[in-house]
């Protein structure tokens, strides 16, 4: 017979909680807190059948506070090459939105409240003269997003109505934002039109009959039809449905303010040239606008009056630190000299390729040392998209740090060194492919931050 093993002998919870390491956490976050702690960190040694050193569960019960503490939502380098990075959070802020949205997010404001006569007032009053005078439409609102923009139109105005859109123009977006889909849900009935590649202004003469609630357009975002294409343009659909009397109704997707050729880059048609001859304009706030998540529609001050008296309008409202960015960023648009200095998404996406590969070769060394012989680092030439569906096969040249295995045999070594990379305390993300993880600087701003990290990486 031999003898049982010994029983390992775990300190009380109380006693624990009196040991010193533990004063500081018990003092700033609470005895609760601390004590659920030491609860969790005992139990899991116990069904380790482990002993415990006092020291060490001290250790890891401030650890696991640590843990509890930490935001989940934390910021990361987005060095992916994509400017406007849906699961990255899209456009950057400029610091005058952040400050904007500060004040109001720990003041009382007047979100709703007239000054001048002291009566209720009207949310969207902040920012519609504003969007007004940037795009030339007689009204404007803002709802959570362009996807809720799109719902919020067709619902007010196409409810069990029949919708025509171009089969060519039927996308998903990406995120569950399917054309057919959200109209399903509008309440509207989709009356498709044409042909993949080709829709005519006579398929929509056609289409359009007694039971047509608007004509829709839709940018395609992510996707280019290319080769025997045709398209009715926007001049002739506008005029036929005014000749129907039907709002001409356009989704831009993107939705840039300003012509964006003369910054060097694609030429996408502004939402004021499409105002000239839709009724009603959709675009997203945080995508080229740069600002943050809402949707925009601008138009026809009749059409926005029945969108904005919609019920589903009260779900689809923005909040008020929304609104102080949306309007810090568009107050930006009123001094376009300094636009691309001043707003991140447009001094990004205009960053001269030779700049960045300057930074590329300025940084290439240091993260070479750091590296080690872990790995190698190249200067190579590469392109940046605009990403979140804006001029979806339209790239700026930019130059990014490749990193590669010591070996130059990748296997799983450009897996392994992307996952550490994005275990750094912010972490990096890159893009990983053949048989390398490409870091696109064209997005890297704070260059100490992301210098001083590297002796951390795990790799
Ligand atoms: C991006 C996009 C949407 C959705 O906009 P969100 O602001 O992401 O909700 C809708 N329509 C088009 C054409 C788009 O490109």
């Not at 659920?36 to 019960?61: I, T, Y």
């Not at 008020?320 to 447009?346: F, G, I, N, S």
């Given at each position: 017979?031999?003898?049982?093993?010994p029983?390992?002998?775990?300190?009380?919870?109380?006693?624990?909680?009196?040991?010193?390491?533990?004063?500081?956490?018990?003092?700033?976050?609470?005895?609760s807190l601390?004590t659920?702690?030491?609860?969790a960190?005992?139990?899991?040694?116990?069904?380790?059948?482990?002993?415990?050193?006092?020291?060490?569960?001290?250790a890891?019960?401030?650890?696991?506070?640590?843990?509890w503490?930490s935001?989940?939502?934390?910021?990361?380098?987005?060095?992916?090459?994509t400017?406007?990075?849906?699961?990255?959070?899209?456009?950057?802020?400029?610091?005058?939105?952040?400050?904007?949205?500060?004040?109001v997010?720990?003041?009382?404001?007047?979100?709703?409240?007239d000054?001048?006569?002291?009566?209720?007032?009207?949310?969207?009053?902040?920012?519609?003269?504003?969007?007004?005078?940037?795009?030339?439409?007689?009204?404007?609102?803002?709802?959570?997003?362009?996807?809720?923009?799109?719902l919020?139109?067709?619902n007010?105005?196409a409810?069990?109505?029949?919708?025509?859109?171009?089969?060519?123009?039927?996308?998903?977006?990406?995120?569950?934002?399917?054309?057919?889909?959200?109209?399903?849900?509008?309440?509207?009935?989709?009356?498709?039109?044409g042909t993949t590649?080709?829709t005519?202004?006579?398929?929509?003469?056609?289409?359009i009959?007694?039971?047509?609630?608007?004509?829709?357009?839709?940018?395609p975002?992510?996707?280019?039809?290319?080769?025997?294409?045709?398209?009715?343009?926007?001049a002739?659909?506008?005029?036929?449905?005014?000749a129907?009397?039907?709002?001409?109704?356009?989704?831009?997707?993107?939705?840039?303010?300003?012509?964006?050729?003369g910054?060097?880059l694609?030429?996408?048609?502004?939402?004021?040239?499409?105002?000239?001859?839709?009724d009603?304009?959709?675009?997203?706030?945080?995508?080229?606008?740069?600002?943050?998540?809402?949707?925009?529609?601008?138009?026809?001050?009749?059409?926005?009056?029945?969108?904005r008296?919609?019920?589903?309008?009260?779900?689809?409202?923005?909040d008020k630190?929304?609104?102080?960015?949306?309007?810090?960023?568009?107050?930006?648009?009123?001094?376009?000299?300094?636009?691309?200095?001043?707003?991140?998404?447009?001094?990004?996406l205009?960053?001269p390729?030779?700049?960045?590969?300057?930074?590329?070769?300025?940084?290439?060394?240091?993260?070479?040392?750091?590296?080690?012989?872990?790995?190698?680092?190249?200067?190579e030439?590469?392109?940046?998209?605009?990403?979140?569906?804006a001029?979806?096969?339209?790239?700026v040249?930019s130059?990014?740090?490749?990193?590669?295995?010591?070996?130059?045999?990748?296997?799983?070594?450009?897996?392994?060194?992307?996952?550490?990379?994005?275990?750094?305390?912010?972490?990096?993300?890159?893009?990983?492919?053949?048989?390398?993880?490409?870091?696109?600087l064209?997005?890297?701003?704070?260059?100490?931050?992301?210098?001083?990290?590297?002796?951390?990486?795990?790799?």
């Amino acid at each position: 017979m031999t003898d049982a093993p010994p029983t390992p002998r775990l300190p009380a919870v109380e006693r624990l909680l009196g040991h010193p390491d533990l004063a500081v956490a018990i003092r700033d976050h609470g005895r609760s807190l601390v004590t659920e702690a030491v609860r969790a960190v005992v139990a899991e040694a116990r069904e380790r059948g482990e002993g415990g050193e006092p020291d060490a569960l001290a250790a890891a019960a401030l650890r696991q506070v640590g843990r509890w503490l930490s935001p989940s939502l934390r910021p990361v380098f987005n060095l992916t090459g994509t400017v406007l990075h849906t699961n990255l959070g899209r456009a950057l802020l400029p610091p005058e939105a952040a400050e904007a949205v500060a004040a109001v997010m720990t003041r009382a404001s007047n979100l709703e409240f007239d000054l001048a006569t002291g009566r209720r007032g009207e949310r969207d009053g902040h920012a519609e003269a504003l969007i007004a005078r940037l795009t030339g439409a007689e009204a404007a609102t803002v709802v959570n997003n362009n996807a809720a923009a799109v719902l919020l139109v067709l619902n007010a105005l196409a409810l069990r109505r029949e919708v025509p859109v171009s089969r060519g123009e039927l996308v998903e977006i990406g995120g569950s934002f399917r054309v057919p889909d959200v109209m399903a849900r509008a309440g509207s009935r989709l009356r498709e039109v044409g042909t993949t590649n080709r829709t005519h202004l006579r398929d929509y003469e056609e289409a359009i009959g007694p039971r047509t609630g608007l004509v829709m357009r839709v940018h395609p975002s992510n996707y280019e039809i290319r080769g025997f294409t045709a398209a009715a343009d926007d001049a002739a659909l506008g005029a036929l449905c005014r000749a129907r009397g039907l709002p001409f109704v356009v989704d831009l997707g993107s939705g840039s303010l300003i012509d964006l050729s003369g910054y060097g880059l694609p030429r996408e048609a502004t939402v004021a040239e499409t105002l000239r001859h839709a009724d009603l304009v959709l675009f997203s706030g945080d995508k080229l606008l740069g600002g943050v998540q809402c949707g925009i529609v601008a138009g026809r001050r009749d059409l926005v009056a029945r969108v904005r008296r919609n019920p589903l309008k009260r779900a689809l409202r923005v909040d008020k630190m929304t609104l102080a960015a949306l309007e810090a960023v568009l107050r930006l648009y009123l001094q376009p000299e300094h636009l691309t200095t001043r707003l991140p998404t447009l001094r990004l996406l205009t960053r001269p390729a030779d700049e960045i590969r300057a930074q590329a070769e300025r940084l290439g060394p240091p993260v070479a040392a750091a590296l080690g012989g872990r790995g190698t680092v190249a200067v190579e030439a590469c392109r940046s998209q605009i990403g979140s569906g804006a001029l979806p096969v339209e790239t700026v040249p930019s130059a990014a740090l490749v990193l590669r295995p010591p070996s130059g045999r990748p296997g799983s070594w450009p897996a392994r060194a992307a996952a550490a990379l994005r275990a750094l305390p912010v972490p990096v993300i890159g893009r990983v492919g053949d048989g390398a993880v490409r870091l696109d600087l064209r997005t890297l701003d704070d260059e100490d931050g992301f210098l001083g990290q590297w002796s951390r990486l795990a790799l």
